[in-house]
Structure formats: C-alpha cells, structure tokens
DNA sequence: CGATGGCTTGATGGCCTTCAAATATGGTGG
DNA sequence: CCACCATATTTGAAGGCCATCAAGCCATCG
C-alpha cells in the first residue's frame, strides 16, 4: 500500500515546493482515519473540527432540507479537501452532512494545527491561498451554470469536466449535484442515447 | 474626501495587523482608478491583467449568454475585491464582463505587483488566504441555495442577508444574480406586499 | 433468495420563463 | 431646470421545463 503522506505531497507539490524537513514537520499534524461507505464524517449541528484530504476514496457534502430532500455541495475524490468551513473556521455547528460513497482513507487536520501549520510554514499558507483562489473560480463557474443552463446542459457538462468522477458516482448522487431529480436525469440519459444509436 | 487608502487598510486590519511601515509597502502595488457609471472595467475576451479592490461605489461582474442574457456572477460595493480569476491567474480571455453599476473608484493590483506583494509581505499572504476561505463559505451557500430553493425564497434569502446593497440595485440586476427573470421578481414583489397589508 | 437501493417510465401539475404591451422612472442634454 | 427618451417595472396570457407521485424493473449483497 502507498503511504498516504505520498498522495498528500504530490498534490501540494503541485502547487508549491516543500523541501524533505518541510515534509516531515508538516506530516505531524495530520491524523490517518478511514472510513467505510455510507459511514459519516460530519453531521450537521456537530462542530467542524477539522478538514480533510482525501487520500483514497471519494466523500460527498450535503445539506438536509426540511422534506429530507440530500443537495449535494460538494464531491471529494483523491487529492481534494473537504470540510464545513464556515463550521471549521467560525467554529458554529455545521449546516452539513458529509458521508462517505465509497470506502475512503481521510488525513485529519484539526484547526489547532491547521492555525500552526499555516504560522509555522509560510510555504503552506501560500499552498492553501492558491488551492482558494482555484476552488473560487471553479465555483464561479457552478453557479453561472446553475443559473443559466438547462438540466441536459448541466448535466452534459458535468460529463465534460468530470469524465472519470461521473463513472463512479450513482446517477441520482449526480442529480442531486446539479439540483435535478433523479428522474430528470434518467430522462435526459434517454434522449442522449436515442440521438446517437 | 477620504483617502482611498484608507479604506484599504480598514478592510485589511480586519483580517491580519499591518504596521505602518506594511502599510507604505503595500500602498505602493496599488494603482487608484475611477470609473463612471455603465463603464467596463472588464471586456470579455480580454485578459483580466489586475484585481481590483472597491473602495467606493458598486461594480458587477456578469457572463452574456449567447441570447445576450445577462447573468450576473457577483456584485462588489467598497471593502470587495473584484476580478476574473481564471483569466487573471492563468492569463486565459476572460469569459465575464465587469462594468460600474455606479460611479465608482477602485485600487488595481497587477498580477507582478500581486505575486510580489504576496511574496514580500507574508500578512498579505494570509490576508488573502483568509480572503479567499471566507468567500467560499458564502460561494458555497449561494450555490445550495439556487439548486434548492424557490424564487420566492431566493429573492427573501438575498434582501436578509444584503439588506443595504438591496436598496443601491436596480431589481433586475437582482433578478439576474439570482438566475430569475425580472418579471417573476416583479410579482414576487406584488404578492409579498399584498401579504403585509 | 429475499430485501434493499437504484434506475426507468408514465401521468399530472406547478413554477417560472417568454412574449407583448402599457406604465413609471430617472438620467441627460438643451 | 425641464422635457425628452431610454430604461426599468408592472401586468397579462400562454406554454415549457422539470418536479412529484406512483408503479414496475433490475442489480447487488448479505
């Protein structure tokens, strides 16, 4: 099995340049925890007391609406970070649920340590300032899309951005994502499929 | 009038401390600019080669469809930053448009000054990194909130949380943030006020 | 196997858009 | 400062997209 600290360097690595003590002084303020499919990693009204890399696996946020209706926030497969932030940083109970979809391996960054590892590592606060500013512009493009784009646009370019993600998601997870019944989207997989015999 | 810096500074001492001699670095990456009301600061297909800080008045950026709809991405009023961040981080066209929706004076920050600024002064760094964090949480809510509520809902949930800037919009720039026809927030309007007599 | 969860298909209806036209508002130039 | 004209808002009518409800099928897995 490949150590966990391997995926989580090669994915900063990407964004900034650690040298080797770097590495070894940044690993100690993480935590490895697994989780089995279906099994939480936030509920809602719990506090957000850490963010987390996924090293393996794939883990989606949500939000609850009063009908029990799942609004999928987020998906987080190898190599991206998912939390509550507004929950992490504000330290207010979360407004989401994240649960696992497949069996997945998490490295924990609690606040504490997020706080020094940022103080203590200036290469890390710019790794985090640039992972930001990259998630800002992809969420910029969400929501154009959720506002403009018809459910077979939306759902066409989900397909676009997210080739090898889509393949291992159930449709109707999918649908939530693009705030589209689970119906909807069997319908458009229909029409798609009679254009192109 | 207040100098522009000014206001700046008061943002930023939210955030992170500067001293007064951070201060006399910092003010020396920024460029004043004014613009009048309907002016572009931003033309699609141009590169997006500076950030713009709002110190006073109010600009919006938006995205034209091909039916020439305006949808419109974010509103920036003073103590907001504003740009294309795709375009102004990898130097892409922009695919947004930016113009005043009232007269309005800014502070530009050129990609060098920003990578430099970043670099020489390590609390902008975290300033921006704090930045960026605390506009994803509000990304994020924007974004559960077009795929999941009603019109009626949207448009209550954006006069509570912008009570003020509410009042400086004309209401179809607010139809078009929130991905509704101006028409519908016409009604929505009539039958609000028909409630509370 | 039985049961559970996911996918499909049909029928119905509601929310919101679109189109059109009338009215109100407000910025601008004379 | 006023008159004008472009722009914003209102209102009505028609229709389309997509959600909801319901039922049946299919695959997976304990």
Known sequence: MEN??????A???????LTVEDQQHIMRFFKPKKLRRRQ???????????????AQGLLKSYMLDEKGNEHINLFAWEGWWISDFESFIFGSPAKL?????????LLLLSKDNYDRMLAEVPLMERYFRILYQNSLATKDRRLI????????????????????????LPQHLIASYL????ETISRIKKKISAQRP
Do not use: W
């Not at 994915?11 to 340049?17: A, D, G, L």
């Not at 649920?97 to 391996?105: F, G, L, N, Q, R």
């Not at 784009?149 to 393949?167: M, R």
């Open 179 to 182: 705030g589209l019944s689970a």
């Open 11 to 17: 994915h900063i690595q990407k964004k900034v340049s």
């Open 145 to 168: 899309s959720a506002n403009s784009h018809t459910a077979e646009e939306k759902y066409a370019l989900f397909l676009e951005v997210y080739p090898v993600i889509s393949q291992r």
């Open 97 to 105: 649920d994240m649960d696992a979809v497949e069996d997945s391996t």
């Open 40 to 54: 939480y990693a936030l509920q809602q009204g719990e506090v957000c007391t850490h963010i987390s890399f996924v």
């Open 4 to 9: 966990v600290f391997d995926i989580l360097f």
